[in-house]
């Protein structure tokens, strides 16, 4: 059975401040997408990353994928509040993590 | 462009009673559709998975049932509500699997 672990579950931190979220996954796949879920509200795409050594990025994110190591890194660089929400990862499309819930202080 | 709607919005349902979601997908053909819960604070479960009319695969075992009667329409329902099915329920559809899966506005269900 495919597991799908995130750490850390739930992060507070500073504006300004970096920090990385990590997803870990138990089988072989190529394909890890990232999802942001605002607080009451559905969620949205934000990467999908597709094969060994892919990296993307948008604005103050920037997400990696090491399938060697099955594992997936979510890089928040300077935040701000508006990366409040909470961040999941997904593994063959449809396996999610238990998600991250991030808060950004002033 | 796609657009995918679920409702009701909210729904506040007596223990016992049977259940109906709905959602609906436009703009796309043959999509692949998914029924997803989230307990409060907590992450997705996936529920129900179709890849066409009338195929259904079921993730867990449980009181509810889905069905696909149109290409572009895919339906939650139960006979008998329990209360652990209070949750925030998500549909979403894809274009392949595996692929990016694009959500709904959710419905969020309270049994009492």
């Known amino acids: 059975e495919l597991k799908v672990e995130q750490n850390p579950l739930f992060l507070s931190m500073q504006e300004g401040k970096n920090y990385t979220i990590y997803c870990n996954y138990s089988?072989?796949?190529?394909?890890l997408y990232w999802y942001r879920q605002d607080p009451g509200k559905s969620l949205e795409s934000l990467f999908v990353?597709?094969?060994?050594?892919a990296v993307k990025q948008e604005g103050r994110l920037m997400a990696s994928l090491d399938t060697k190591a099955r594992l997936s890194t979510l890089h928040i660089t300077a935040a701000v509040h508006d990366l409040s929400a909470t961040y999941f990862c997904?593994?063959?499309?449809?396996?999610f993590g238990a998600g991250t819930r991030l808060t950004v202080k002033p | 462009s796609q657009t995918i709607h679920q409702w009701p919005a909210t729904l506040v349902q007596p223990v016992g009673s049977p259940l109906s979601l709905e959602c609906t997908v436009e703009?796309?053909?043959?999509?692949?559709l998914y029924w997803y819960r989230q307990a409060a604070g907590r992450g997705l479960q996936l529920l129900f998975y179709s890849v066409g009319i009338g195929q259904i695969s079921s993730e867990v075992p449980q009181n509810l049932s889905a069905s696909r009667p149109q290409d572009r329409q895919f339906i939650l329902s139960s006979k008998k509500l329990l209360l652990s099915d209070s949750g925030f329920y998500l549909c979403a559809w894809s274009v392949r699997d595996p692929g990016t899966q694009y959500f709904g506005p959710g419905t969020r269900l309270l049994v009492l």
């Open positions: 703009g796309t053909s043959n999509p692949n």
């Open positions: 997904a593994v063959d499309s449809m396996r």
């Open positions: 990353l597709l094969s060994n050594g």
């Open positions: 089988t072989t796949s190529d394909r």
